[in-house]
């Protein structure tokens, strides 16, 4: 049921995700879910609203520990550790697997403390001067360093919601993860900041794997190498984003597309 | 339609204009302006009342509290030097130096001097124990034992209602006399504040009062704000939602309701029985006050922390801080200003409490200021309760301006919680 395009099953896939299901209470939220994420591209999962896409993402950085009425099963390996196991510790799973939200979340703290909360808690930094380094690199990377040099003891919260969604990704690229998961990130945020996070997005792209939850057919199209399209909790097709897009095989990825639903 | 021959009803229907235009919308409109405009009303009003009743009973208090800042008091002229009371700066300022004037014959240098200045019939109404007066005024300035001087005496409580035309005819054309001669006035009496509770309006302050109130209160904040503060943070952070803690949160929420008389019977049970010697201890007052505030400290602080929105919570779960670090680094300074204005009002409610104090022995009267936590001592709302109830009309007064004091204390408190609320107050 399931369709899969050709190559997709990667070796060198940096998430291995196998017949995940995500239960809220008794409703089934994702079903069996089964998919590979390459280091090397930006996977979209798109989907109509509701269909558990957001719920899925969460998994990675086990983010739905928080509700607690949820419960995952099956299998998501990164680098060939199941992170779903007990044993895995949380805390480092989520320095490795950073992610960006959709409403932008900057902490009510100065601009170059969000910046070195990560690092600091981790103990990346030892003397300021390192964690000086860290937070112009992360500022600059975002796209964000030329704005804000000069006010880095600025309130966070007081920068615009473009630049503050651009503060997040610096935020999550700091403590330097293998991987960035990203939850709708422009869905609250004006075109002009939208393109300028897609901009951000495609720079990154490469030095992370990166996997975007997105509401806009665009912007998947825009911005990722590989689309996911979900529907009521199942992954109907994933495949290279051209083909998905030009050349779908499901019927029901093909009406979603043509703007049949959703 | 216009092709159709219109009926009469339908050229009502075509004259007409459209329905928001009609005079019965604007009717419609009028009552609805008219509706607000009453609600707007009736809600003015009610303000006006509550500050009308406010602004009333705060006159009334000043009115009747500021006489009670002052006292009557009668002027004696002493002259020391040729009464032969003798002394130095050092003698007069010595620990002893009440002992040494007293055995010199200061109390009957006093008698001799007030007849003097006031006659026998005024020199009967100085306060007896008015030398003592004497002998602070002369640690204050030993300068005087040198010369002559007037000094202002306590007047006594019965020559003290004379002065406000009460009691008896004698005493009132005495006071009158006196006043007459400029011998006879009344002074702000700054002492009121330094002074204890004692058997005559005239000689009663209400600094015992207030240090039993700080001490109680002090013992009050230790136990009550980390106990709360940390059961705040444990049932909103960390606890399960199960049974047991829909139990517990049930019982806070009710011991925040129960009547504060029956916390004084519990520390009258418990802490009274297990520490039988503390009996009107500011350390047992506070203890038992301390359970009576904590249910209002755990339920503002939970709702301050639930306050905190959770998207800040996700960003910090999300770089990987450990639960203890979300709570400590963005929970708590976040929920800081809201539990810390919960604290100050459940401690000011706690401030002006007095039936649990009544039941376990703070009630008694107690004519020194407490030396310590385990030292019998009274509170402000507890000296009032006393001095009410007293017949003697210079407790009035008195009683009048404790509740001034008492008022101005609160303010202070609610100064104090606005003030860290905006201080600490940070937006998202």
Redesign the interface.
Known sequence: MTVIHENMEDASAKIKARDVSVYYGDKKAIDEVSIDISPDYVTAFIGPSGCGKSTFLRCF?R?ND?I?SARVTGSIELEGENILDNTMDV?????RV??V?Q?P????KSIYDNIA??PK??GLAEKKADLDVIVEKSLTRAGLWEEVKDRLSD?G?ALSGGQQQRL?IA??I??DPEVILMDEPASALDPIATAKIEELIDELSGRYAIVIVTHSMQQAARVSQRTAFFHLGKMVEYGPTSDIFTNPIEERTKDYITGRYG | MSSTPLTPDMAVMQASEPPTRTAAFEKRLAKRYRSERNFKALGLGAIGFSIAALIFLLANMLVNGIPGLQRAELAVEIDFAEAGVTGDEVSLTAPSAMQVLELQGLPAVVEIYAERSLGEEGAEQVYRGAWRDVARALADDPALIYGRTTLWLPASSDLASGLNDEGSPEMQALADRLEAEGKLAKNWDWGFFARSDATSPQMAGIWGALKGSILTMLVTFVLAFPIGILSALYLEEYAPKNRWTDLIEVSINNLAAVPSIIFGLLGLAVFLTVFPNLRSTPIIGGMTLALMTMPVIVISGRNAIKAVPPSIRDGALAVGASPVQVVFHHVLPLALPGMLTGTIIGMARALGETAPLILIGMRAFVATPPDGFTAPATVLPMQIFLWSDEIDRGFVERTSATIIVLLLFLLMMNGIAIYLRNKFEKTW
């Open positions: 950085n983010m928080t607690a805390v480092q799973l989520r320095a950073g992610m939200f409403k979340n900057p902490f009510p909360y990560g808690i981790h309130s919260t997040c935020r999550a700091a403590v």
